[in-house]
């Protein structure tokens, strides 16, 4: 794969606030589309995400279109542990002379030295629970080796928690943890600006994946990403900003009015999964075909099939815990029932 062409005149940040630049790095594929990285000029002058390493040299150059080198950044803060929002980190903290220092939440930092949520025997197992054919499974090995191209493995010099306060260039700054999309996700939330860069936590034009969490020693994760998603978006909307800057996407003046999206797109899809589950027999992976099979076609296939498998099943967590289905391992699948009493998928709110 060849990267993507750096274009001198059109790798410019845009001012988007007094201080505060904007600029879309593409990405391959059609979604989630170019990912934002912000650069905050001030006292700690501060990248927020990177981009992958892929574009590097395209954020190399906007910065240059700026008057500034890597050396002349203090911090890089990340929202979270997907490569397209880390991947260029080490290559930029490797500059010569830097003295930029590295920031992400603990909940990532497998994701941040590895580039995987979890060991690659976690998510065959996980796989295999879910009725997914070993060699499809096989086939998310082509992923990994994609993966490889967009990001190098890098340690933080800090680490982000919930609460704490930083200078992004000369804004205040909170950290909020929204886990949900990740376990270590987290969005920066500027009170005297109304401000709030979300990273993946919201989006404007597609709904956020709350991802499977996976644990040690436990071959079921147990963790329930759409329970955590959508205590985060309450998290985020107790702030009101004036406006949301997201990881992918522009900018949006009305967060309630996304959320309220999110909360119909999960409820409509939580009922086609009852549905499912009542005509019986299905594995996670049958239902995902089902629900997703327009999107699981051409060269991203077996990535895209994670995701359905994944997000399907972090429903099914969700559906559970609400009792509506119960689940059970038989013969090394995960089986999902109806729950006798509470059977109607019109029941859900
Ligand atoms: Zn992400």
């Known amino acids: 794969m060849n990267p993507p062409a750096s274009n001198g005149t ?89 003295r930029c220092r590295l920031a992400a939440h603990p909940g990532d930092l497998f994701r941040i030295r590895t580039g995987l949520e979890a060991p690659v025997r976690h998510s065959f197992a996980f ?72 990273g993946d936590h919201i989006l404007g034009h597609i709904t956020p994946n709350a991802l499977v969490m996976f644990e040690r020693r436990q071959s079921l994760p147990k963790r329930s990403p759409q329970d955590e998603f959508y205590a985060s978006i309450q998290k985020v909307e107790a702030l009101a900003p004036r406006c949301v800057h997201p990881g992918h996407g522009g900018p949006m003046e009305d967060i309630f009015e996304v959320t309220d999206m999110y909360r119909r797109t999960f409820t409509d899809r939580q009922r086609k999964i009852l549905a499912l589950v009542q005509e019986g027999g299905m594995s996670v992976h049958d239902m995902a075909r089902a629900l997703f099979v327009q999107n699981l076609r051409g060269k991203r296939y077996p990535l895209e099939l994670y995701l359905a498998v994944s997000e399907v099943y972090t429903h099914v967590q969700a559906l559970e815990t609400l009792g509506f289905i119960h689940t059970r391992i038989k013969g090394g699948r995960l089986l999902v029932k109806p729950s006798p009493q509470s059977a109607n998928p019109e029941h859900l709110k």
């Open 10 to 98: 059109k790798a410019r940040f845009t001012e988007i606030h007094p201080g505060v630049f904007r600029l879309a790095l593409p990405l391959p594929g059609k979604k989630p589309g170019p990912v934002n990285v912000y650069l905050f000029l001030g006292q700690n002058k501060t990248l927020l995400d990177t981009g992958s390493s892929r574009t590097v040299h395209i954020l190399e150059t906007a910065l240059e279109n700026h008057g500034l080198k890597f050396q002349d950044l203090d911090r890089l803060v990340i929202t979270h542990g997907h490569l397209d929002h880390y991947g260029a980190a080490r290559k930029i903290l490797s500059a010569p002379g830097s």
């Open 127 to 198: 796989l295999r629970l879910m009725g997914v054919p070993p060699a499809l499974s096989a086939s998310l090995l082509s992923i990994f080796v994609v993966f490889k191209t967009m990001a190098q493995s890098v340690e933080p010099d800090w680490l982000l928690n919930e609460g704490d306060t930083l200078l992004l260039g000369d804004c205040r700054c909170r950290v909020i943890h929204t886990p949900g999309h990740t376990r270590g996700s987290v969005s920066f939330h500027l009170p005297d600006q109304s401000l709030l860069f979300s």
